[in-house]
């Protein structure tokens, strides 16, 4: 079945029916009120598999993914034609262009955290440079995928944009297809089967990983702003979020003060988390367990309680944790925040780069000086200073990772550029004809000489 499915879609897209302008636009506005009609439910579905309020639902799922497409129509005709280059002395006579194609059949593997955004969004990508997709949703998240599947059938014919459905052994056949271009998000772990598998195609891949994002919050920093974009940017969908804070290094002078604020702001934002009215479950039992073994490590400053029946961990901070510790050895992924202190803004930065290079970094400070230092000396693959999440709003910023973080990047214009291949055109003017190209000779490797210095 699979088999058949990429052996149509590939037929498609070698009919050309997806290449125009004018049918990307159109595909593109499909989706978008497919979306505006079935936003009912989807959030529905948000709040059966991850108890999403429909705020927050709203704001992080389908809001942002209609943005994106009105965001991706009005720029797509300068996105898609051609770039002329200069050429050189050699070249006399010719015309460089770089032209934008599509990769053709693509694979799109998305997450649980934001099932339907991380969804959508690489689709809008596919879409707008010209593909075909096969979209795979999570089946930690059942209800979202079957919406996602209801939605794009109705939609799309499947030839051209499909739903596939299942678990590991699903994705572990969809890998082994020839397909074009694989994008996936989701674990590190995960992320290198995904690579594993590409690598036996040499097909190319893009990687939404995650990782241990730091914070620093320096001395100079305006407290009470970097409390409340702390919490709400940890414990968003219960910091089931890949470029949540997972950490923060807090100057000494400051700590006390940083974390009875966010005791405050917790209080403020996240009222009677464990009635789960308006706060994100945790999407499943195993990884409920997992995050609950984390409190036993170190000491609770605040928060700490579960509701084993519903899944739900109140937004925690963890003390006196040391890198040793379970919950520092991997992505936490969970609404739980282990706070360090330092005095040596140096020490800080060595510690972090001993570890793989994070999805995000966040820092809080006043002073250039210190944004400049962070910035240089650590790589990471994106992140805010004095905010925290808010680079992912901008579709004028590339989001991705670096090393184990992930590779490649997508929003706005990156996600075209991650669905295309740039090809490189020469035409050549045969009016004219440089002999020495042939007939090599003293003078001309002189001439030659001179002009490839």
């Not at 210190?370 to 925290?388: A, K, L, P, Q």
Request: hydrophobic residues 40%; aromatic residues 10%; contains cysteine.
């Amino acid at each position: 079945m699979i088999q058949e499915l990429i052996a149509r879609q590939r037929a498609y897209y070698h009919s050309g029916q997806t290449r125009a302008l004018s049918i990307r636009l159109l595909q593109l506005q499909k989706l978008y009120d497919g979306i505006q009609k079935y936003e009912a439910k989807i959030l529905d579905a948000l709040k059966q598999d991850l108890n999403k309020s429909q705020f927050e639902a709203y704001v992080t799922e389908i809001g942002y993914t209609l943005k994106e497409i009105s965001f991706v129509k009005k720029r797509l005709g300068r996105w898609m034609k051609p770039q002329k280059v200069k050429g050189t002395l050699l070249q006399a006579g010719g015309r460089g262009r770089i032209v934008p194609e599509p990769y053709g059949v693509t694979l799109i593997i998305a997450p649980w955290n934001y099932p339907f955004q991380l969804a959508m969004a690489p689709l809008i990508g596919a879409i707008a440079a010209g593909n075909t997709a096969i979209v795979k949703p999570s089946e930690l998240t059942p209800h979202v995928s079957a919406v996602i599947a209801e939605l794009l059938r109705e939609v799309y014919a499947e030839e051209y944009i499909a739903v596939v459905e299942g678990g590991v052994e699903t994705s572990t056949e969809l890998l082994a297809q020839p397909v074009d271009h694989i994008f996936f998000t989701g674990s590190v772990a995960v992320g290198k089967i995904v690579m594993e598998a590409a690598a036996k195609r040499l097909t190319p891949v893009t990687l939404e990983l995650g990782g241990k994002s730091p914070c620093i919050v320096h001395d100079d920093a305006n407290l009470a702003v970097a409390a409340r974009r702390i919490v709400w940017g940890k414990f968003v969908n219960a910091g089931q979020t890949c470029v949540a804070p997972d950490y923060v290094y807090v100057h000494k002078h400051v700590k006390d003060k940083l974390i009875a604020l966010i005791k405050e702001e917790i209080q403020k934002q996240y009222a009677n988390p464990l009635q789960g009215a308006g706060y994100v479950r945790i999407v499943s039992e195993r990884h409920f367990q997992r995050l609950s073994s984390f409190l036993t490590n170190g000491t609770v400053l605040v928060g700490g309680k579960v509701n084993e029946e519903k899944w739900i961990i109140e937004p925690t901070l963890l003390g006196n944790v040391t890198w040793d510790d379970a919950v520092m050895q991997e992505e936490i992924f969970g609404p739980i925040l282990p706070i360090f202190e330092y005095e040596d803004l140096d020490r800080v930065i060595q510690t972090i780069l001993q570890h793989p290079k994070p999805l995000a970094l966040y820092a809080f400070t006043e002073s250039k000086r210190v944004e400049d230092e962070i910035v240089t000396r650590i790589s990471y693959g994106g992140g805010c200073i004095n905010d925290t999440i808010f680079h992912l709003g901008s579709p004028y910023l590339p989001f991705g990772g670096v090393g184990e973080s992930g590779m490649g990047s997508y929003h706005g214009e990156y996600s075209f550029r991650a669905f295309s291949h740039y090809k490189s055109v020469l035409r050549q003017s045969s009016k004219f004809d440089l002999k020495f190209r042939y007939y090599p000779s003293e003078s001309a490797l002189k001439f030659i000489r001179k002009l490839l210095k």
